[in-house]
């Protein structure tokens, strides 16, 4: 379709707008054309600033994830804690705008998200972490993160407040006994689980350092 001259909204207006239309009435709901209303505007107005609807979804999941501060922590031997306080971030970020969730894993390419994970493996690199462990580190991250937060976004409000929903002691009493003997909110469950991968990634580095029993 082919855009016209002059533009009548701006970029900025259209993507909050959207993610307006989605928190409000759901992914369902959201269409070019739902937004063109909105914004009262025909939609070809939408293409001076969007090629397509794919472009306009990649502007949404990178407005979101925009939202997501960055930790004011230095490098040093503490660096897990960066980690665990960004993912941190990024979860109140996105259930912010649960109804986006999905969109993230649909219009948000790794490759748009290089220059903050250049940042991340500089601030490994001054924290002494060694380079050959960045990639795990920044990868493990991501699928962690975005399995966990975008798992919790979903799920409908009548569960969000119990880890396993509908559980029968009757018919599940090991599930039911580690229910009621965990004292931890999905966010406390979520952070620990950051914080246990990142340390397990430094423990297995130790392990692999030490010379076996036969070399001693």
Do not use: C
């Amino acid at each position: 379709m082919p855009r016209p001259s002059k533009p009548l909204i701006s970029r900025s207006a259209a993507v909050a707008a959207a993610l307006e239309i989605i928190d409000t009435e759901g992914l369902d709901a959201f269409s070019v054309p739902r937004l063109a209303k909105h914004l009262g505007v025909q939609a070809p107005s939408l293409y001076y600033h969007f090629a397509d609807k794919a472009e306009l979804m990649s502007a949404i999941a990178l407005h979101v994830i925009g939202d997501v501060s960055l930790p004011r922590r230095k490098p040093g031997p503490d660096w897990p804690e960066y980690f665990v306080t960004l993912g941190l971030n990024f979860r109140t970020g996105i259930l912010r705008h649960r109804n986006a969730a999905p969109v993230l894993l649909e219009a948000l390419p790794r490759t748009v998200l290089l220059r903050r994970y250049e940042d991340a493996a500089q601030f490994l690199t001054a924290s002494g972490v060694p380079d050959h462990l960045h990639v795990q580190i920044l990868d493990g991250m991501e699928r962690l993160t975005l399995g966990a937060v975008l798992t919790e976004a979903v799920r409908s409000p009548s569960s969000r407040a119990t880890i396993f929903p509908n559980v029968d002691p009757a018919s599940q009493p090991a599930l039911a006994r580690a229910l009621a003997a965990n004292d931890r909110t999905s966010k406390r469950l979520y952070e620990e689980m950051i914080r246990s991968f990142l340390h397990g990634v430094v423990r297995d580095e130790a392990i692999a350092a030490e010379p076996s029993a036969l070399e001693a």
